[in-house]
């Protein structure tokens, strides 16, 4: 099948040539942003990625095609993002729909879209209220700025600390940064903003040891900010006796358990929110790329406690407006018409039956897979190979992957992805450790 080629709009767009070739760039050991391709970019944009040399012409469900019409199975969507596939019938009708009647507004007025997708996630999640605005990094510049202030009132005249956990990621803004337990990527942005503390992720000892510390200097935490299954840091879910013991110290210490679920939530892992695989329920949590099924979208959800944001806190010109408000009506009305929670936890356990057997087969190669629904990790042995060879290896069999830390290969395929496009998955999977 072949695709138009549009030669001005793809100007700097090389032919497809191999793109089996590692670049040393400077992030390359960086999980997702380490960014895998071998193509520079284009010299009118910044060169923050490195690139597949490739443009997609089309998608449609768990498929893209690139310009000359070659096929690839995608366990990408976007990051994690598109939870109803490419190009799905009912998100592009009801977009249409939207965009003949109000695109975007402002928050100066009243937007009936936001008020009703704020109705639709509350009512399926423990908050009360929500705040919109476009990304994962805003989202969680809002919840940092929503635990500041909740310590600056609660335990006001102390110096407070918002606390995060090692190998977390939470955005690429100056706070978010901060507060992303990953050096590798702060480095050359220092300082860092002040007032973080980090833990090991899953060991409560080091938590407490923290809390302790506090204590002893007269100083508080004013809150936590934590991934329910960390994605870029390794694909590692979040263990039920370690939350359940954080969500106890944070209530005796009068601190904010805000939970990241930028990646986690919008039924990634088989529930509709992280937090719910975990048996705790957090003051507050984050939202954003599956939400909006591929549409940009954020949000920060609070509970009652968290509630404290006043006019004039925080805002965000873009933030919630009808279009990306429909998207993210459209993609959560289609989770529950469609039960796609049931196909993620199916296909889920399909993937990891899969990986099961993979691993059997090439004990050498792989050292053991985590993960919860369809966002599933195969951990490479190191001194083998390594998470990019084979994300490049399944990049030239039609096979969409991205690595994560650790020596991760990291599955986050469309939610909606079928049994027989697993089965597809899985021998490709199986050929490349094969060739290996
Ligand atoms: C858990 C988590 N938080 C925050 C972010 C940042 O989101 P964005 O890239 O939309 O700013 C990411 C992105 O990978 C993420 O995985």
């Not at 970019?41 to 095609?65: E, H, Q, V």
């Not at 937007?111 to 109705?119: D, F, G, P, V």
Request: proline share 3%; net charge positive; glycine share 10%.
């Amino acid at each position: 099948m072949n695709y138009d080629y549009n030669e001005k709009s793809s100007l700097f767009v090389k032919s497809l040539g191999s793109v089996v070739e590692l670049v040393d760039a400077p992030h390359s050991k960086c999980g997702t942003f380490g960014y895998v391709g071998s193509s520079p970019t284009a010299p009118t944009l910044m060169n923050t990625y490195t690139r597949f040399d490739i443009s997609f012409k089309k998608g449609k469900g768990c498929w893209l095609w690139d310009q000359k019409g070659k096929k690839y199975l995608d366990a990408v969507s976007g990051i994690a993002t598109c939870s109803l596939g490419h190009s799905d019938r009912i998100l592009r009708k009801k977009l249409s729909a939207q965009l003949k009647k109000v695109q975007h507004i402002s928050n100066l007025y009243k937007i009936e879209e936001q008020e009703i997708l704020s109705k639709y996630l509350t009512k399926q999640s423990c908050a009360e209220s929500v705040f919109f605005c476009n990304s994962g990094a805003e989202a969680n510049e809002s919840a940092i700025k929503l635990i500041k202030k909740h310590g600056n009132t609660a335990h006001a005249g102390k110096e407070c600390f918002i606390l995060a956990a090692e190998s977390s990621f939470h955005g690429r803004t100056l706070a978010t940064l901060s507060a992303t337990g990953q050096p590798k990527y702060q480095k050359g942005f220092e300082p860092m903003v002040k007032g973080f503390k980090f833990f090991k992720y899953n060991d409560i000892a080091s938590v407490k040891k923290l809390f302790k510390e506090f204590k002893n200097n007269d100083q508080k935490v004013s809150g936590i900010l934590i991934e329910p299954i960390q994605g870029e840091g390794g694909v590692i879910p979040g263990e039920k006796i370690f939350f359940k013991e954080l969500r106890e110290i944070c209530n005796q210490n009068n601190s904010l358990l805000i939970l990241d679920e930028v990646q986690s939530g919008v039924g990634r892992t088989g529930k509709m929110w992280g937090y719910e695989n975990l048996e705790i329920e957090p003051d507050g949590f984050t939202l954003a790329k599956g939400l909006g099924g591929g549409h940009a979208i954020g949000a920060l959800l609070v509970q009652k406690k968290a509630n404290i944001f006043s006019p004039g806190d925080h805002a965000s010109t873009f933030g919630g407006n009808p279009f990306a408000c429909r998207a993210a009506l459209t993609v959560l009305e289609e989770i529950s018409r469609r039960k796609i929670l049931n196909n993620v936890f199916e296909r889920g356990n399909q993937l990891k039956c899969g990986f099961t057997k993979i691993s059997a087969k090439f004990p050498n190669i792989i050292n053991g897979t985590r993960g919860l629904g369809l966002i599933q990790g195969l951990v490479i042995n190191d001194t083998y190979t390594d998470a990019k060879t084979i994300t490049l290896k399944a990049f030239d069999k039609g096979l969409l992957l991205v690595p994560a830390g650790g020596n991760v290969v990291r599955f986050v395929p469309p939610l909606i992805i079928s049994r027989n496009e697993i089965n597809i998955l899985l021998k490709k999977l199986n050929l490349i450790f094969e060739e290996l």
